[in-house]
């Protein structure tokens, strides 16, 4: 069964780049007729689309809001396909994801790896209830 892990650094400063990999195991990147791809989701917002690599000559495509700061990659002797976001902000904090879709088939997810973009750290969530 495949099976994807994102890794990457969990806290990035503002105006550097962001560097995700995707390992997948189980499965070659290359088999034929497969998207891999890497969404996110902002704290509080829906799902972004980023970008995706085809197993099948390795084209990318790329949503046009991320396209000038995206590169999205592979490297077939480690079996990963990466992500490199440029000129990071805030609003670049997220949770990223990768997955592989069959064309024309299932899904397949990593677990998820958290990016906070500050230049203090990560900061620690707080809860007040009454």
């Known amino acids: 069964q495949v099976q994807l892990q994102e890794s990457g650094p969990g806290l990035v400063k503002p105006s550097q780049m962001l560097f995700l990999t995707c390992t997948v195991s189980?499965?070659?990147?290359?088999?034929?007729?497969?998207?891999w791809t890497w969404i996110r989701q902002p704290p509080g917002k829906g799902p972004e689309w980023m970008g995706a690599?085809?197993?099948?000559?390795?084209?990318?495509y790329y949503n046009p809001s991320f396209k000038s700061r995206t590169s999205i990659s592979r490297d077939t002797s480690k079996n990963q396909f990466s992500l490199q976001l440029s000129s990071v902000t805030p609003d670049d904090t997220a949770v990223y994801f990768c997955?592989?879709?069959?064309?024309?088939?299932?899904?397949?997810?990593?677990?998820?790896?958290?990016?906070?973009?500050?230049?203090w750290g990560r900061g620690t969530q707080v809860t007040v209830s009454p």
């Open positions: 997955y592989r879709k069959e064309v024309g088939g299932s899904f397949d997810w990593g677990q998820a790896t958290q990016v906070t973009v500050s230049s």
């Open positions: 189980g499965d070659s990147i290359t088999t034929k007729n497969m998207i």
């Open positions: 690599i085809s197993s099948n000559g390795g084209v990318t």
